[in-house]
């Protein structure tokens, strides 16, 4: 089957909302890290996720987001949406941090057996279409909640590292607008990896 038609795609920006109102409605989980240059890791997850719905749109997939702005979304939201619209799969971006600046690299997380596959081909293709380098073997099994509470093959993605200033560099890119204008070329590569990981996961 070419193409992607009848899939249906959830796709997860991590985070999002100010630091107070993720508390007041689920915790400390809505900022995330940030780097010098990229800024929040919301914001730019947010960016790599339009990016990555174009092309799995065109591609002719449904795309579903847990969210399209700056908005606090609990992760007990992001599972129980992606649950009950019954999706194919789960996808959750975001990137690193880490108190020691040298870590670096990006990898892709897999709790349920059946999101080993998954994490796996968005893996090779973003350490083939990307200048990331993988973070350790770039494969890690982590009993992450999205993972864990999907009914659905599941990866969550760190696009590098925020904290290192290379991949902090690289992620920034061009810059830090939204959108086309100008395209953030970095951005939307690392989106095209991640997409093009999902199409050979589901045509082989
Ligand atoms: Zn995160």
Redesign the pocket.
Known sequence: MAYLQGKKVYLDP??GGTYSEGVARCGSYAV??SGVLTGP?KDS?LDIGFWLREYLESALATVYMSRTSDRAVCLEERTDEANSLGVDIFVSL???GNDDSSVKGASCHWYKTEDKALAEAVLNELLDNTEFTPWGTGLKNDNFHVLRESNMPAVLV?NGFLTNSGDDEYVYGNGNSFGEDPINYNRRDIAYAIYYGIWKYFNG
Request: glycine letters at 20%; a negative charge; proline letters at 0%.
């Open positions: 991590g985070h995330g890290t890791e997850a975001h990137h690193n760190e």
